[in-house]
């Protein structure tokens, strides 16, 4: 699958297109594999997005795990700091990353 | 240390406004992201991997305590309550929001300190022995010089769209704390046999892909002349870098290029047009400067008995504390490499205890040492026990300067969207490998450095040991390196052989160490011992 | 084509700039364009045949032209010095100390913006190509 990712603009947290709206919480993405490149002008030209890009995905659980190692670190957070993370309580968050 | 007079202040002040502006008309639309990148860049933030990354400049690396509590409001009221100390000297904070930027550059300038050009095309934080004032080897405070660049370099209209970043170290001494050698522009100021004082300059070090030893171009460059010939140098990169490949723009390439004596050549020529124009400030500018960096009033005759029958804190006054040139007093070293930790982070509470550590016990002045740690750079050794203590409690108290555990390490993937592998959990696994061996104290002299990808951060081409983590189809892989060497007898390091993963790398740098405490003669370090003994006998324990 | 900003009392050079190469070659023109790649000092021997210099900012990231306009500052030229192409308010201020008087954007830029831009920086800390003196002449009189 692929994901739209970016940042957004005001207040630079990360995020992921929900197919209507973008949210920090990568459980929301939804797969727009086709019309990434419309998605992502539209919503950069509307400045709700920052530096929109696609990434691929595989579904894990439920949920999209992004393939490349760097997007799961920018879905989650600092492995090293988990309390800065968007699962501070999630013990096995790391596996998830790394 | 230097105060802003009104002209530097307006200057600060003026540029958050244009800050401000620049934010708005990119909040509002009207600069896209590429037109506002290199803008904000100029203002050190960056959109990272998280968020809103801003590198506050601690220019050659001296701050106050007002300054240090001002850090550490900002890590409050801003950001996660916590900063990052960098390899250039200056702060890192992670969470930033772009809304915020500019009153965080307003707080900033209310304490006389900015973002100014910590990142972006243009000369960066000037950095300096990080013992400057202190260490009895110097022959001046390198700290003038290094102010009286930073002005010259603040908003300069014609190098301000660089072929790439230029990074300036000044030291003065022949200990090289700075590892001069290894910037764009190195600078030692030297005394000549008539006793006056200039300035060597080296130019075209560097590390990142292609990692090069600076050349001398010029041994003495007398100091009413240290601006027209800083001039001179960058003017030349600036025609001539290479702006076609962005990993080959640096002045390293072009100084390796077209030959140290023919780069030299155009300097020169260069330097004596522009001694016709004007550029350089009357030396009394530098005296003015001069004036602030005199020494403290020491007391005389200080004590110089320390009690060390506590053996804890004989250790750390042993490890953590270095001569002074004032009878009675030491540099004293903040580790921010508490075993496990990561590496150069501070909490905002911590960051108040060091600043009124220093208010209380170094005059009020602090250092960021280039290896992410802390100086206070005048302490009596009469106070190093109640100074100690209050280290100790705050867990700042690692007595393992220079050791294998004083690990430097760039932030890496869990912080860094250029990096392909992580290296702050290498480096916790490393001290806390070696804090449980016990071997720390025998392994004695032992840089380690990592960086998370092949821009070297970490600065693993100057490691006696280095780390460079790399992406081995899609997994994180880390390549050994050894006998890299920062200081006056600037080496760099070579790879071992193939990499190792994440825990292998762990095994490879406790074993490299045996081999040296196997091989070692007496009063050898590793470094040492690795360049009497070669790569070999590494090789064959790593890989049989 | 977005408005050029001038900022010269005199008559503006009414027919286009040739290349450097074209300029060295023939004795009649009298305004030529710089590239980034050109080396300003070729037109050293020949500035008072000149009445118009243009700097060519196909990126504005690429600062040779910086380089190139103060140059030509520094041997004496006094003709018009044109910056063009990607010119944006934000290099403004930079680009009028290197010694432009000229700009011509390839996007118009907002008058307010541009007024702004210029007032922008109230003391200078170097010498450059303009007439401001730096902090350190005023600090030492």
Known sequence: ?98 | MYKYDSYDQRQVDARVEEFRDQARRRLEGKLTEDQFKPLRLMNGLYLQLHAYMLRVAIPYGTLDSRQMHALADIADRYDRGYGHFTTRQNIQYNWIRLEDAADILADLAKVEMHAIQTSGNCIRNISADHFAGAAADEVADPRPYAELLRQWSSFHPEFSYLPRKFKIAVIASETDRAAMRLHDIGIQIVQNDAGELGAAFYVGGGMGRTPMIAPCINPFVPLDRLVTYAEACLRVYNRHGRRDNKYKARIKILVHELGAEEYTRQVEAEFAHLLDQGVEPPLAELERIRGYFEDPLFETGAPEAIDRSDPDFALWVDRNTVPHKEAGYVAAVISLKPVGGIPGDATAEQMRLMADLAKDYSFDELRVMHTQNIVLPHVRKADLHALWTALEEAGLGSPNLDTVEDIIACPGLDYCSLANARSIPIAQKISERFAATGKTATLGQLKLKISGCINACGHHHAGHIGILGVDRKGVENYQLLLGGSEAEDVSLAKITGPGFDENGIVDAVETVTTVYERERHEGERFLDTYRRIGMNPFKEALYG | ?141
């Open chain 3, 1 to 141: 084509m977005a408005e050029t900003l001038r900022y010269r009392d005199d008559e503006p050079v009414d027919h286009p700039a040739v290349t450097v190469d074209s300029f060295l070659d023939q004795s009649n023109a009298s305004a030529v364009r710089i590239e980034p790649g050109d080396d300003a000092r070729e037109l050293l021997p020949h500035l008072e045949r000149l009445a118009l210099v243009e700097v060519n900012f196909p990126a504005f990231g690429d600062g040779r032209g910086y380089s190139s306009a103060r140059i030509l500052r520094e041997a004496g030229y006094d003709g018009e010095l044109r910056a063009v192409g990607d010119v944006l308010v934000d290099q403004l201020a930079y680009m009028r100390r290197c010694g432009f008087d000229a700009f011509e954007p390839d996007q118009q830029l907002d008058r307010d913006d541009v007024e702004a831009a210029f007032a922008r920086w109230p003391e200078v800390y170097q010498t450059a190509a303009d007439s401001r003196r730096p902090i350190w002449a005023k600090r030492h009189g």
């Open chain 1, 1 to 98: 699958m692929r994901l739209l990712t970016g940042n957004d603009l005001k207040t630079g947290a990360v995020t992921w297109w929900t197919g209507s709206d973008w949210s920090i919480h990568i459980e929301d993405a939804v797969d727009i594999s086709g019309s990434e490149d419309e998605i992502a002008r539209r919503e950069e030209a509307a400045r709700r997005v920052n530096v929109p890009y696609a990434v691929d995905a595989e579904m894990q659980d439920g949920t999209p795990r992004p393939s490349h190692i760097k997007e799961r670190f920018r879905a989650l957070g600092p492995t090293i700091r988990p309390d800065l993370t968007l699962k501070p309580a999630d013990p096995d968050i790391g596996n998830w990353v790394i």
